[in-house]
């Protein structure tokens, strides 16, 4: 089946390979199921007065949002695909993802990833924050023949952008998304971006052959955002922790 048909008939208003502002459950309940190969998962966990020091129009989302996200993509994950679900350290001190894995019991974590910033020193109460954090989910049956980088480490070294080369606070590093969409997916397969942000993942996509099918609620006020604050300050993407 083509990729254009894992599109149900009602979901035509989703576009392959571009930025939309849409939001993340009303893209994946139009997919068919069984049908992606890779899905990213970076949802707004907390209000963002809460961890910047600039006030996005960004939309917090609530356990209860984030559950229903992940039982959409245990819905339409194939067999032992991939989710790459994006954590701040907040959450790796408390319950709420196993909570949120016990509903959805075909996803399982199978292995951890941080992204060590080197050029930045981070803010913090406690420890400075100068790396991010992800859980790689698979759907059953879990093996690790299909992910494809037998040398791929724990820790990945890349430098953050400079606030002023962001296209949003969240930007996850290019050569990480190239590395990790290699490594997990083939030529031809199906990337799926719910909460795509700066869309760094449709921008790496072409340049592997892969299909992509993205989406953020915010794009568009994000996009009307940038000029007025960048003109403003220069830092505004600097964490609070």
């Keep these: 089946m083509k990729t254009t048909e894992l599109i149900s008939q009602r979901k035509s208003k989703f ?3 571009t930025r939309q502002s849409r939001e993340a459950l009303e893209l994946l309940s139009n997919l068919e199921s069984n049908s992606v190969s890779l899905v990213f998962l970076d949802p707004q966990y907390e209000p963002v007065r809460n961890v910047l020091r600039t006030d996005y129009p960004l939309y917090s989302q609530s356990d209860y949002q984030i559950l229903r996200i992940l039982g959409q993509i245990e819905r339409i994950l194939k067999p032992s695909a991939f989710c790459l679900l994006w954590v701040n350290k907040t959450l790796l001190g408390n319950d709420r993802v196993p909570l949120w894995l016990l509903k959805t019991p075909n996803l399982k974590i199978v292995d951890f990833l941080v992204w060590h910033k080197k050029n930045t020193l981070g803010l913090g109460n406690w420890l400075r924050s100068n790396a991010e954090f992800c859980f790689l989910i698979q759907k059953s049956p879990q093996t690790g023949k299909v992910f494809k980088n037998r040398s791929f480490g724990n820790v990945w070294e890349e430098n953050v952008l400079a606030p002023s080369k962001r296209q949003h ?3 996850k590093p ?4 190239k590395a990790l969409i ?3 997916t083939n ?5 799926v971006d719910p909460c795509a942000g700066s869309f760094v993942v449709l921008e790496v996509y072409q340049e592997l052959n892969r299909e992509f099918l993205g989406c953020d609620l ?8 940038w000029p007025q604050k960048r003109a403003k300050n220069k830092n505004i993407c600097q964490p609070l922790i």
């Design 218 to 225: 915010t794009f568009k006020v994000m996009k009307d955002f």
């Design 182 to 184: 290699e490594a997990t």
């Design 187 to 191: 030529e031809g397969d199906l990337i």
């Design 169 to 171: 606070p969240h930007q």
């Design 174 to 177: 290019r050569e990480l998304i």
């Design 15 to 17: 576009s392959l390979n």
